[in-house]
């Protein structure tokens, strides 16, 4: 007997919900992740490249501060003293400037070094043939000329924002320039000192500037490695949530399909149940008619004979049927009697005992004088019945059915072991199941009767076969207090 198939019913779409809200708060997550730590590492490189400026910019202040100092005292100062006034285009006075300065830059990371005089003409510089050139100038120049702050400027030869795609960088990419008014001495105390002309150094930074950029770069793919880490493993998790939920659903569907059809089998049972009741009446009826028949009847006249014959059998056979499954159905409360089982099996083999004289089978009996059990005497009889009644289909014939009961501890233990073929190993799991039978007449209902009457007992119920063939089963039941 199969439950009935499992319904099919539309996904239920309730708990997939908050699994949705998970994967659109991961996705969202991932963008956040990305987003905060490409920020974060965009702040942290740029940090770096303040810093990195600020100290380039600070080294040539320094460097043009200590410039201005030397050219006034070592260059101007003299020249204006022997010569009256100061004339770079002499090649002696250049040649002295130009000491005075390659002096102090020497060895300093210095590309080029200007000196603009005030109608914008480069009046000094390290290149030599840059002297003299106009339109060399930067814009500012002016500002610096009127005295006014230091201006330094990082001028680069690609965009900033493509700088990063195009490491390594070409020698010069990106230029430090710092305009400085070159001054001499305040000609009074209190006055600002006097601006002779504008002093321009200029460095090469693209190095640094690439170092910064590695650095940058090495950050973002760390920031955005690690991100991805993150929201794969998120997505695993995810997955892995989803199919438990899934699994767990599938099953809550089964057991509910499983209860409701258990519902209807039990309502189906009840009607059932109560349409057998009302049978076994009539039942009786026709088949005490046709015993009653079958004694009065002409004997001579066979087919008749057969009939009446045929009608009693199938009848004592369905009225067998239809009590079994009214046991089954509707078992009821055992009464509480202290009751000997020697005289339970007494019975039981005294009502069977011209069936199995008739077939050949012998009883080999060793009980135990005193078992007593509290329990009900018409049900244990029952259980003993079908399981003797089973031994002896089983047999087919002449055999022997051992049975053995003892006392062990406070339960009786009660063997009944026939001389058949035992049991099937393949279908010893499904003995138990209701309507399960391997007989052509069978109800499929003698055992699952045995086990609800004894486990109704406190008892237990085992099925095994004996250590030399043939059906062993055991019975346990508790002893009376
Ligand atoms: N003594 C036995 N030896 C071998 N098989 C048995 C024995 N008793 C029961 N079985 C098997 O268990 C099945 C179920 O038995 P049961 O519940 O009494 O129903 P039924 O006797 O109506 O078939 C039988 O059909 C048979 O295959
Ligand atoms: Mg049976």
Request: hydrophobic share 40%.
């Amino acid at each position: 007997m199969k439950i009935s198939p499992l319904r099919q019913d539309a996904p239920d779409t309730g708990a997939d919900i908050p699994l949705t809200y998970a994967r659109t708060l991961s996705w969202f997550s991932l963008v956040v992740i990305v987003l905060t730590s490409l920020a974060l590492s965009f702040f942290i490189s740029n940090s770096a490249r303040e810093t990195l400026l600020t100290r380039q910019e600070n080294f040539l202040h320094l460097l043009v501060e200590n410039l201005n100092y030397q050219i006034y005292r070592r260059f101007a100062l003299p020249t204006i003293l022997a010569n009256g006034h100061i004339s770079l285009r002499q090649p002696s006075q250049y040649e002295r400037l130009d000491q005075v300065v390659q002096s102090v830059i020497h060895g300093l990371p210095v590309d080029r070094l200007r000196i603009y005089d005030f109608s914008h003409i480069a009046a000094y510089s390290t290149k030599k043939d840059e002297i003299g050139k106009s339109g060399l100038a930067p814009l500012n120049v002016e500002d610096v000329l009127r005295g006014e702050t230091p201006k330094s400027q990082i001028i680069a030869a690609v965009p900033t924002w493509q700088a990063p795609f195009r490491v390594p960088l070409g020698d010069g990419t990106f230029v430090l320039r710092v305009l400085y008014p070159l001054r001499g001495e305040p000609l009074q105390a209190g006055m600002s000192p006097p601006v002779m002309g504008a002093l321009e150094v200029t460095q090469d930074i693209t190095g640094d500037y690439e170092q910064v950029l590695t650095f940058q770069g090495i950050i973002v793919s760390m920031c955005l490695l690690s991100s991805m880490v993150m929201f794969a493993l998120l997505l695993m998790l995810l997955h892995r949530s989803e199919r438990v939920l899934a699994e767990r659903m599938q099953k809550n569907r089964q057991l509910e399909n499983e209860l409701h059809s258990n519902e209807k089998l039990a309502s189906m049972g009840r009607v059932v149940a109560s349409i057998a009741h009302e049978i076994r009446n009539p039942l009786g009826i026709i088949r005490s008619s046709a015993e009653f028949l079958q004694k009065r009847a002409d004997t001579t006249d066979v087919g008749v004979s057969r009939m009446l014959g045929a009608i009693y059998d199938e009848s004592v056979r369905l009225s067998q049927t239809v009590n079994d499954f009214l046991d089954y159905a509707r078992p009821r409360q055992p009464r509480q009697d202290i009751t000997d089982i020697n005289q339970i099996l007494d019975q039981t083999l005294a009502f069977l005992k011209g069936d199995m004289g008739r077939r050949g089978v012998t009883i080999n009996r060793q009980t135990a004088p005193n078992l007593l059990v509290r329990g009900d005497k018409d049900l244990i009889y029952r259980a003993f019945y079908n399981i003797l009644v089973n031994g002896q289909q089983a047999m087919d014939g002449p055999g022997t059915i051992t049975l053995r009961a003892r006392r062990e501890g406070d339960r009786v233990c009660l063997e009944f072991l026939d001389s058949g073929k035992g049991f099937d190993h393949t279908t010893l799991p499904r003995l138990l199941d209701p309507f399960f039978t391997t007989k052509d007449n069978g109800t499929g209902l003698g055992l699952p009767i045995v086990q609800s009457i004894i486990v109704s007992h406190g008892g237990t119920l085992e099925l095994e076969n004996g250590p030399e063939g043939g059906a062993l089963a055991r019975v346990w039941l508790p002893t009376a207090k």
